[in-house]
């Protein structure tokens, strides 16, 4: 049921807080400020050489992110593929690596593929999955539940968060591990989780300005989302759920990139809408601001209050975020890419629930 909100995916998103709380209070110790699995991993991380993960769609993008944190909390490599390539490349996979699957529904073929031929390489397979009875939950040999509940809009939206906020936690338990990641260090990073759902609900107070901002979206043919670090893969999220529901041709892009191509394509009538918490690397995310203004580039910011002083450009809008952790910045950020994509759609008078052409479970490749 839509309780008082028009649209499944309204009501997915304003869950968030909620569900991102529920799957933090299955993942964390709160008494001791860590993150505790409440079942034992048939592997250890301490002994991976490397991770491989596959997944499709936003799923896909929560991996992108993950692999972030998998690499800078546990040092471990991460290759990460799409997987309808990472099944037909049939890629070298050693006995001490894992392969990480990702996926809401549990039965997307492709995802399903990539875990059999791992399985067939003689790894260990690990699935973060929202549906528990699903054929993919039933094959792999563990599996780390999202706790966001039954999701019904085709544009996923709650069970990307939770499926972010389970791989942080993953990534945590795999830097305690291999010893890279300090008990101190852990703590914080603890206590930045578990300020996520006040986050997220802090988030969706902008839902206003943003649904004003969306009028400016709904008249573009293009859109620009660039970001750097963990906000790249944003980015790519954030165009992909413009795109699918609202159709207008959305490109994710990492910031540095702009130079290389895409900078070609900004006018006055491309939005730009620039992912950037006030991160280590965010001078430099300003600095591909500039040369879009430069250009007469509108430009939307999705940033902190430091980080929008900071910066101090004219932009088309700033959708100012509450202060948190750069680490689990992009939890948090997935509440304003998904609402820009639902206000853009619905001002635009699509259909948000059931876009065109897009099947909520893809079981055939
Ligand atoms: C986008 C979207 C799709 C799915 C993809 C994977 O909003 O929903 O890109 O993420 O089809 O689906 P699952 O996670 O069920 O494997």
Redesign the pocket.
């Given at each position: 049921e839509k309780g008082n909100h028009r649209h499944f995916m309204a009501k997915e998103i304003h869950e968030q807080p909620e569900v991102v709380g529920r799957t933090l209070a299955h993942y964390v110790d709160l008494a001791r400020s860590r993150i505790a699995l409440p079942d034992a991993l048939p592997f250890e991380f301490a002994r991976l050489s490397r991770l491989s993960i596959a997944?499709?769609?936003?799923?896909y993008y929560a991996g992108l992110v993950a692999k972030y944190w998998f690499e800078t909390l546990a040092r471990l490599p991460v290759e990460i593929d799409v997987a309808s390539e990472a099944r037909y490349r049939e890629p070298p996979l050693d006995r001490d690596g894992l392969t990480l699957v990702i996926?809401?529904?549990g039965?997307?073929a492709d995802?399903l593929a990539s875990l059999r031929y791992a399985k067939a390489q003689g790894q260990h397979t690990l699935a973060v999955v929202n549906v528990p009875t699903s054929t993919i939950a039933r094959e792999a040999s563990a599996i780390v539940p999202t706790l966001a509940g039954p999701e019904i809009g085709?544009?996923?939206t709650k069970?990307f968060s939770c499926q972010l906020t389970v791989l942080l936690c993953l990534a945590i338990v795999a830097g305690r591990a291999r010893g890279t990641l300090s008990a101190e260090r852990e703590r914080e990073l603890v206590d930045a989780l578990i300020t996520v759902p006040g986050l997220m609900a802090e988030a969706t107070k902008r839902e206003g300005e943003i649904e004003v901002l969306a009028r400016e979206v709904s008249k573009a043919r293009d859109v620009l989302y660039l970001g750097r670090g963990t906000s790249y893969p944003m980015a790519l999220e954030g165009a992909?759920?413009l795109k699918?529901i609202s159709y207008i041709h959305a490109e994710g892009y990492a910031a540095g990139e702009l130079k290389h191509g895409p900078i070609a394509l900004i006018d006055e009538s491309v939005p730009v809408i620039v992912i950037a918490p006030h991160d280590a690397i965010f001078e430099k995310t300003v600095s591909n601001m500039q040369e879009v203004a430069a250009r007469g580039g509108r430009i939307i910011l999705i940033g902190d209050a430091k980080g929008a002083a900071a910066a101090g450009l004219e932009t088309l809008a700033t959708v100012t975020m509450p202060d948190c952790d750069a680490v689990v910045a992009p939890i948090v950020y997935a509440v304003p890419i998904q609402l820009i994509a639902y206000h853009t759609a619905v001002f635009m008078g699509k259909d948000v629930d059931q876009p065109r052409n897009l099947a909520k479970?893809?079981t055939v490749e």
């Open positions: 997944a499709c769609g936003t799923a996926s809401q529904s039965e997307t995802t085709v544009a996923s069970a992909l759920k699918e479970s893809v």
